[in-house]
């Protein structure tokens, strides 16, 4: 048995108004993560904590999800990324904050794991610990995309909260002003994620994120920290995206793990931990799978990007009930 499950961002209040001019690049994004990557670990041909960061690797490197090239873009114009990953079996865990110059946070937050001390590193260090392990260096220009400097653009003009512009794709097409703004202010809209089962019952979970749009310098968000925005155990992987402080303030992604312990119910546990995030501001989604192969997708707010590998069966969904 191999399951893989993978994010990019849950957000939104009110009904889902449908998809964007831009979502079939995002959907056809996740369904070639799933094949590419399905694949390999259902063959046996990676493991589960290849897998995860395979998977978010490729999601990095597509620009409509904000991690990687295509986050978005701090108070003062800058271009901030942090990521983090764990694995079950041990809980081995590796972190980077505030990277500005790798291509692939995710794979820095895998080898400080495999290195296995300090379990984070923030900023310049991160930056420098990726390169002189050969990672790839870009530079701020190659991070920022069209969409992101039109969301900046407009959150300076409108002076509103961080965030308030992370999920209008109109920037980019005036006649669709005001048709998917939204006054959410969400760090989790295209963060991404995946979690993994392989075929020796072992799961692991990734988490990559360029953080909310306009975020003061130094923000540090629940992606990079273990147990709030990513864990792994023996028995689960979770990776969550919605608002980091709330996510970090209930130990999100740990209160999943412990609650799962004690309900023995995935689809139940996910949903307690969601409704305590929800009253500090924080609705949003995850998504986890178990050892022994169930898995959920659940999200409070209007939509959250989310795909399916289980034993060669692919599924994707944007909106509820899996619209697309």
Not at 221 to 240: E, F, L, N, V
């Amino acid at each position: 048995m191999a399951v893989l499950v993978i994010h990019g961002g849950a957000g939104g209040d009110g009904p889902w108004l449908g998809k964007t001019p831009l979502d079939p690049a995002r959907i056809s994004c996740m369904k070639q993560v799933l094949q590419t990557i399905g694949a390999k670990l259902e063959s046996g041909e990676i493991d589960c904590l290849e897998a995860v960061t395979m998977a978010v690797e490729m999601l990095e490197d597509e620009p409509l999800f904000n991690a990687g090239q295509g986050s978005v873009i701090d108070e003062d114009g800058s271009v901030t990324m942090d990521a983090s990953i764990m694995r079950g079996f041990d809980q081995a865990a590796g972190s980077v904050v505030n990277v500005t110059e790798l291509r692939h946070p995710i794979r820095a937050a895998n080898l400080i794991l495999k290195q296995g001390w300090p379990v984070m590193l923030n900023s310049a260090a991160a930056d420098q610990f990726g390169l002189a392990n050969n990672l790839e260096q870009v530079s701020q220009d190659w991070l920022k995309t069209e969409l992101r400097r039109g969301q900046w653009q407009q959150w300076r003009a409108s002076k509103d909260s961080p965030g308030s512009t992370d999920e209008d794709d109109s920037v980019l097409d005036h006649d669709l002003e005001g048709r998917v703004k939204t006054e959410f202010s969400d760090e989790g809209m295209g963060t991404v994620g995946a979690v993994a089962l392989d075929s020796n019952g072992n799961v692991a979970a990734a988490t990559s994120t360029g953080g909310m749009t306009g975020k003061p310098r130094g923000r540090i968000g629940d992606t990079p920290i273990i147990g709030a925005g990513t864990w792994a155990d023996k028995s689960i992987a979770i990776s969550c995206t919605g608002v980091g402080e709330a996510y970090i303030r209930t130990c999100a992604a740990h209160r999943l793990a412990m609650t799962f312990r004690s309900e023995n119910d995935l689809a139940k546990s996910a949903e307690l931990v969601l409704d305590e995030v929800a009253p500090l501001g924080g609705r949003g989604g995850l998504i986890a799978v178990s050892s022994s192969g169930d898995y959920v997708m659940p999200f409070q707010t209007r939509l959250m990007y989310r795909g399916l590998w289980n034993s060669g069966s692919i599924e994707v969904g944007i909106g509820p009930q899996n619209e697309i």
